[in-house]
């Protein structure tokens, strides 16, 4: 009895810590984003050419702008599925595509830390009801994920296959691994696990959290497996649908996710980015 009244009373700190972040978060997004408006107009050189220190602090500061709204953006991401208000426009849509496509918008990511990603996949379409946008944010976090924990000169292994009746993405790193007594805190908001190899990667604590509750949305399913020294697998699975490929739309298969997006630059939803100074 006392076990349920300790998890109930840690939802309730949790669901409270969140609505207060959410409400200075609401307060912090225009402001931020009036500052990176006027860093970038200042980074352009339209008011003027500046020396190479004075274009270094200003690249910081643009950095730092730009990663502080990706935490204001993650924040108010998760507040909104809490409270069932975040928009799932699905549609039937190709996830051999869809997989390509962000493994492919995310390999500057990897190459800025050294780490390859490698897509397999034996199917020739894989046809599932998801919001493309939304899953792109998911399948971005896995991946960012992943190049972070993978030690540079590796590769990140993304394969798609079947497995009753869904489909399964699985992204594995050559990272560290997470240890057992952990494995609960996964996918918990604002969680930010110690490496077993004493690494300290950053990040907002929340991309997890967030995908989660997007693949929920979808019916789906998220999970993982981890082997100490050896890395982590985190794989999605989702239902596979009822519609016959050749019954897509051509251009709906081939369109740019980006430009489902409303955000283009919230590609990484839990960038690995430090803040600098």
Not at 187 to 208: C, I, M, N, V, Y
Request: charge should be negative.
């Amino acid at each position: 009895m006392s076990v349920l009244r300790d998890a109930t009373e840690r939802k309730k700190i949790e669901r409270a810590k969140t609505e207060a972040v959410s409400v200075v978060s609401h307060e912090m997004r225009t402001p931020l984003t009036s500052i990176k408006g006027s860093l970038r107009l200042l980074h352009s050189g339209t008011l003027g050419i500046f020396d190479n220190n004075a274009k270094q602090a200003l690249d910081i500061a643009v950095r730092n702008t730009e990663q502080l709204l990706l935490l204001v953006d993650d924040i108010l991401d998760l507040e909104k599925i809490r409270a069932g208000k975040m928009k799932m426009d699905k549609a039937p849509v190709d996830l051999v595509a869809l997989v390509d496509e962000v493994v492919e918008m995310n390999r500057g990511y990897g190459d800025e830390l050294r780490v390859n990603f490698q897509f397999e996949t034996d199917l020739t379409d894989a046809i599932a009801s998801v919001s493309a946008a939304r899953f792109t944010q998911v399948l971005a976090n896995l991946l960012s994920n992943a190049a972070k924990f993978t030690p540079a000169g590796e590769t990140v292994q993304v394969m798609l296959d079947s497995e009753n009746g869904f489909w399964k993405i699985s992204v594995t790193d050559k990272g560290p691994g997470i240890p057992e007594e952990a494995y609960h805190m996964v996918f918990a908001s604002f969680a930010q696990l110690r490496s077993p190899d004493g690494k300290e990667r950053k990040g907002t604590g929340l991309g997890l959290a967030i995908a989660q509750r997007i693949v929920h949305a979808h019916d789906g399913e998220i999970d993982f497996v981890s082997k100490c020294g050896e890395g982590t697998t985190f794989f999605v699975k989702l239902p596979m649908h009822t519609i016959q490929p050749q019954q897509l739309d051509h251009a709906f298969k081939i369109e740019s996710t980006l430009d489902n997006l409303n955000n283009p630059e919230k590609i990484l939803l839990d960038d690995a980015k430090p803040l600098e100074i």
